[in-house]
């Protein structure tokens, strides 16, 4: 069996939480020697998807596919690596009731539903999708997020250090996030705060890692929250909303090296469960 990954941006591109991940489904393939290939949505063209007709399509975030080519694409087998929610076009289902979106707003709704399935990262993200789209018998709870073994490595040293008497609240342009509302429950709680952003990814993860909490008040229904996820394993206070993915799962109450080990065993699942479904 072929697998192609293809999403809108890869670590190549724009390091966030979506492409590190992808990264991880991409180099568990290769590891256990499946012939995987990386392709960006936008380079996707019809002769492409001819001669890839009989692979496995892994799609990751997909706004930049052509609509003649989701269509292409959606007879030929494919699972969905959900990283938000692309059946609204601002992604964002909070702006409704009961995160139910109306009928007539819903956008690539036979996209998901002719999928072989779609991987959520949290029970809450899984039952939004189930309640909008005829997709209960697809989705999927991966229940975490993947990571290098450099990184766990690094979050391990960090789980033990001891940490400043300060709240990271975490820069982001993105209205959504809830940055001025984080800063503010920190200046309710009169906790000393401390912006913090870097490009690298572990020079944020050490930033991280060094404070004591971690304020996140987000608008936007968190599939997961990587970074609240990065901040328990670093045994960082997390303060935030039930708007997170990750505070509705089991293991939400493991910090430290326990819920490493747990996230540790998520990339062979993801692999396993991939596998299993492009097998059918």
């Known amino acids: 069996m072929n697998y192609i990954l293809t999403s809108d941006f890869f670590i190549t591109d724009f390091v966030g939480g979506a492409a590190l991940n992808d990264e991880e489904i991409y180099k568990v393939f290769k590891e256990n020697k499946e012939n995987i290939t990386k392709i960006k949505t936008s380079d996707i063209t019809e002769e492409f998807l001819e001669e890839q007709k009989d692979s496995f399509f892994i799609v990751s975030n997909f706004f930049h596919l052509k609509e ?7 007879e030929l087998k494919y699972a969905i690596y959900a990283h938000d929610y692309k059946f609204v076009e601002h992604t964002n289902p909070a702006v409704y009731e009961d995160f139910l979106v109306p009928k007539d707003k819903l956008i690539n709704k036979d996209f998901f539903e002719k999928s072989l399935g779609i991987f959520c990262q949290s029970t ?3 039952g939004i999708y189930n309640k909008n789209l005829d997709v209960l018998r697809l989705t ?3 229940s975490g997020n993947l990571w290098p073994k450099e990184s766990f490595e690094l979050m391990e040293e960090y789980s033990k250090k001891e940490k400043k008497n300060t709240c990271s609240v ?3 342009r993105f209205p ?15 906790f000393d705060y401390e912006l913090i952003w870097d490009e690298e990814y572990h020079s944020f993860l050490r930033k991280l890692g060094s404070n004591a909490g971690l304020s996140f008040i987000p ?3 968190e599939t997961l929250c990587r970074a609240v996820v990065e901040a328990k394993m670093m045994n960082v206070n997390v303060f935030t909303t039930n708007m ?15 819920l490493i080990e747990y996230m540790k065993g998520r990339k062979d699942y993801v692999y396993k469960r991939i596998k299993l479904i492009g097998s059918k």
Do not use: M, R
């Open 140 to 142: 999927l709870n991966v």
């Open 124 to 126: 809450f993200q899984q």
């Open 176 to 190: 959504q996030k809830g940055v001025p509302e984080s800063i503010k429950f920190c200046i309710e709680k009169t």
């Open 68 to 74: 003649d080519l989701k269509q292409k694409l959606s």
């Open 219 to 221: 608008f936007t229904p």
């Open 170 to 172: 975490i820069k982001s």
């Open 244 to 258: 997170v993915g990750a505070s509705y799962e089991k293991w939400f109450e493991k910090n430290g090296t326990e």
